[in-house]
């Protein structure tokens, strides 16, 4: 799960979009986006999504 939400946040940048998009709630997208910035050691969407493009994760 974690994998489509950086894939979709690639490409949006709406917690809400994404939420739509992978039918969740935007609660569970808030969490997945917190667990992947303290993976990436970042403190934003934004850091996450350059260092997911860097790692080549997307």
Same mark, same amino acid.
Do not use: W
């Given at each position: 799960?974690?994998?489509? #939400?950086?894939l979709e946040l690639s490409? #949006?940048? *709406?917690?809400k979009t994404i939420a739509?998009?992978?039918?969740? *709630?935007?609660?569970?997208?808030?969490?997945?986006?917190?667990?992947?910035?303290? @993976?990436?050691? #970042?403190? *934003? @969407?934004?850091?996450?999504?350059?260092?997911a493009s860097i790692r @080549?994760?997307?």
């Amino acid at each position: 799960m974690k994998l489509q #939400v950086i894939l979709e946040l690639s490409k #949006v940048n *709406s917690n809400k979009t994404i939420a739509l998009n992978l039918e969740i *709630s935007i609660k569970k997208i808030k969490y997945h986006i917190k667990n992947i910035c303290d @993976k990436l050691q #970042v403190h *934003s @969407k934004e850091y996450a999504k350059r260092k997911a493009s860097i790692r @080549k994760f997307i």
